[in-house]
């Protein structure tokens, strides 16, 4: 069964970080582009970054940009998103989500596989 798992959220104050975890199961993760998105209550989702399938190239949202990092470990099957200096803005469901072919895109209709998600939260 072909799988992806996000964990790593959780509750944080503002200017704290988290390491997301996106692990695939099932199947060889190292020939997709990773994406990350994120959904708040009442908001539409949206895109924060990518990483190709090799790790070489990586690509972000302005909202993400020199505070989120975006890194995989093929060897591991597995792709992380580091945040630091959270805000509270930043609280919402995040999502990982493979795309064939292994490059990058900022739109969620090019990503095939999705997780489930997992919840940050940020208080003030």
């Known amino acids: 069964q072909v799988r992806l798992v996000e964990s790593g959220g959780g509750l944080v104050q503002a200017g704290g970080s988290l390491r997301l975890s996106c692990v695939a199961s099932?199947?060889?993760?190292?020939?997709?582009?990773v994406g990350w998105f994120r959904q708040a209550p009442g908001k539409e989702r949206e895109f924060v970054g990518a990483?190709?399938?090799?790790?070489?190239?990586?690509y972000y949202a302005d909202s993400a940009k020199g505070r989120f990092t975006i890194s995989r470990a093929n060897a591991r099957n597995t792709v992380y998103l580091q945040m630091n200096s959270l805000k509270p803005e930043d609280a919402a469901v995040y999502y990982c989500a493979a795309r064939p072919g292994g490059v990058i895109a900022d739109s969620d209709n090019k990503y095939s596989y999705w997780g489930q998600g997992t919840q940050v939260t940020v208080s003030s």
């Open positions: 990483i190709s399938w090799s790790g070489g190239s990586t």
């Open positions: 099932g199947w060889a993760l190292s020939t997709y582009a």
